[in-house]
């Protein structure tokens, strides 16, 4: 069965270095997702995507994130310059339209 | 624009007892809804779905939840839970249009004790 797998699984970074997150959808999928959970809190949208441009984004999504989908499969998350606070697992998300799957993660620690 | 609320942060039952986890929903178009379940340190897994027909919907694990429009919410219910089935719980809920984010809920502690 397709799945969206995300890359890496777990990464350790210091305070003010740049992070890129990087997922691969299901193949044929239209719209793209990035989700945040910070430890023991609820699951937050942050961005989606579709049609190679930002279709809605929270208002956790300033100018430190961005989205890319650089050569038609991999949709990166990036992140310019980490906080702290920006440790969290970062969900990757797909959809044909309609019903979203996830992948299983990428766990950002920022020291 | 939606919203989920699950009013019960945590939830302990006793090992083979009945369950309801609460989920009720806001949103001024037709939905979609979910639940996904989370054990510690891993990611979302699906439990079950709502996309449209039947009102009861199945899912694994011996879940069902029931779609009810009137009152708009959308319970997980198990007849019997077991210790394994500790984990935390997320209602999640789409418009059936725009960009079909899902809006997740606070979630709620599951704690199955023996």
């Known amino acids: 069965e397709p799945e969206v797998t995300q890359t890496p699984s777990h990464q350790v970074t210091q305070m003010g270095q740049e992070v890129i997150l990087r997922c691969v959808p299901i193949?044929?999928?239209?719209?793209f997702y990035w989700y945040r959970q910070i430890l023991g809190q609820k699951v937050e949208f942050l961005v989606s995507?579709?049609?190679?441009?930002?279709?809605?984004k929270s208002e956790i999504f300033d100018d430190q994130f961005s989205v890319e989908r650089p050569d038609g499969s991999n949709f990166t998350l990036k992140i310019r310059s980490t906080k702290l606070e920006d440790s969290a697992m970062y969900f990757c998300?797909?959809?044909?339209?309609?019903?979203?799957?996830f992948g299983e993660g990428s766990r950002l620690t920022v020291l | 624009a939606q919203s989920v609320t699950q009013l019960d942060s945590q939830v302990p039952v006793f090992e083979e007892a009945p369950v309801e986890l609460r989920c009720n929903y806001s949103?001024?178009?037709?939905?979609?809804l979910f639940w996904y379940v989370q054990y510690p340190n891993q990611g979302l897994q699906l439990l079950l779905k709502y996309l449209s027909g039947s009102t009861l919907v199945k899912g694994i694990n011996g879940f069902e939840a029931e779609f009810n429009k009137s009152q708009t919410s959308f319970h997980l219910r198990k007849p019997s839970v077991h210790i394994s089935d500790t984990a935390e719980y997320f209602c999640?809920?789409?418009?059936?249009?725009?960009?079909?984010?899902?809006?997740f809920g606070t979630g709620t502690r599951l704690k199955v004790l023996a």
């Open positions: 998300a797909s959809s044909p339209p309609g019903e979203l799957f």
């Open positions: 193949s044929n999928h239209l719209y």
């Open positions: 995507f579709y049609n190679n441009e930002i279709s809605e």
């Open positions: 949103s001024s178009v037709s939905v979609y």
């Open positions: 999640a809920v789409s418009d059936r249009a725009g960009t079909y984010k899902y809006i």
